[in-house]
């Protein structure tokens, strides 16, 4: 009895796996609209769902914790392992200095291609966002902003 429980356990731990497959990475890029600044953010998909999110630090001074969460409206394949994808998002960062706090929040629509490698185990993409954003900081700022990103995923 005890080992059909266990076995039975096993393959319902597989098949939710395989339905909740999540795709885990780091990405990296500039803001190609907004004075060049860089950043690094972590980036977290599930495979059963078109949504992507990204954490990360864009800027050390005035320290800023930004995050991202964007809707994939098409995600088709272009040929062999290329993908291409189009989507709309939200974006929005929190600025906490010595002499500044301030919020940016903004839409963006994400553009870019990706590909599986090792058996859909791995994931390299590039993607531009261009958008608008407001920043409330020591008055209203809107400005636009295009973020050009490389990264990679892996798939668990």
Do not use: H
Request: one cysteine or more.
């Amino acid at each position: 009895m005890k080992k059909k429980i266990l076995a039975l356990c096993l393959v319902c731990s597989m098949c939710a796996s395989a339905l909740f497959a999540l795709g885990i990475g780091l990405q990296g890029g500039t803001n190609v609209a907004d004075n060049g600044q860089g950043s690094v953010d972590f980036t977290f998909k599930l495979n059963s769902q078109p949504f992507i999110f990204a954490v990360g630090i864009p800027s050390f001074e005035p320290l800023a914790i930004g995050f991202s969460a964007d809707y994939w409206l098409v995600n088709d394949n272009i040929a062999g392992p290329v993908n291409y994808f189009v989507g709309c998002g939200g974006f929005g960062s929190i600025f906490i200095g010595s002499d500044v706090l301030g919020l940016s929040i903004g839409g963006r629509i994400p553009l870019g291609l990706n590909m599986f490698f090792a058996k859909n185990v791995f994931e390299l993409y590039l993607q531009m966002a261009p958008g608008f954003k407001i920043k409330l900081t020591n008055g209203i700022r809107p400005s636009f902003v295009c973020p050009a990103n490389f990264g990679f995923r892996v798939w668990i």
